[in-house]
């Protein structure tokens, strides 16, 4: 019997270890993928160069004398509000993924709150590494909800550089029908 007892505590012990491993590497995940939400709020940064080099271009927009040049004057403009419109979702959108996340952390409280020391060493152990399942099983729900957020941000911003190409492409054709 005592061997069985041996190998439970083990393997409660390994289980207990590896939660707390888990715990760890979760406050990890989380760090890092803010330092990736600000590396790409510091690539606006340089989109913003970027686009303000794009809008200079509407302080040289001229009457139109053509229906082609009018067709692309009033182009330009769209895609430039549209551009506009796109950054400051973008900026919106990631600074919005920095707000802080409610990661749930093991306190004393919250283990002195589930009565822990009154129970049985077995049963305490027991109750601790379900306590650890539950809080490392709910920081992962949020981790990976932040991760599919930050994903689908990379795709707005991959549709904000394809719109400032745009635009520039537009600047170009308006320059030679002028």
């Not at 506009?84 to 002195?112: K, N, Q, S």
Request: hydrophobic share 45%; aromatic share 10%; charged share 15%.
């Amino acid at each position: 019997m005592e061997k069985q007892t041996s190998i439970s505590r083990e393997s409660q012990t390994l289980a207990l270890n590896s939660l707390i491993l888990e715990y760890k590497n979760t406050f990890d995940r989380s760090n890092k993928l803010d330092n990736k939400v600000y590396i790409v709020i510091t690539f606006c940064g340089f989109l913003f160069v970027f686009i303000t080099n794009l809008f200079s271009g509407l302080t040289l927009l001229t009457i139109p004398g053509g229906t082609v040049s009018a067709l692309l004057t009033g182009l330009y403009v769209l895609c430039c509000l549209a551009l506009m419109l796109a950054y400051i979702g973008v900026l919106i959108y990631f600074l919005r993924l920095l707000r802080p996340e409610r990661i749930h952390r093991m306190d004393p409280d919250f283990t002195h709150a589930e009565a822990l020391s009154s129970l049985p060493e077995q049963e305490a152990a027991g109750q601790l590494l379900e306590l650890y399942r539950q809080v490392v099983d709910e920081n992962l729900v949020r981790l990976h909800g932040r991760c599919d957020r930050f994903t689908k941000g990379l795709r707005y911003v991959v549709c904000t550089v394809i719109l400032a190409f745009a635009a520039y492409g537009v600047q170009i054709l308006l320059a030679l029908f002028q």
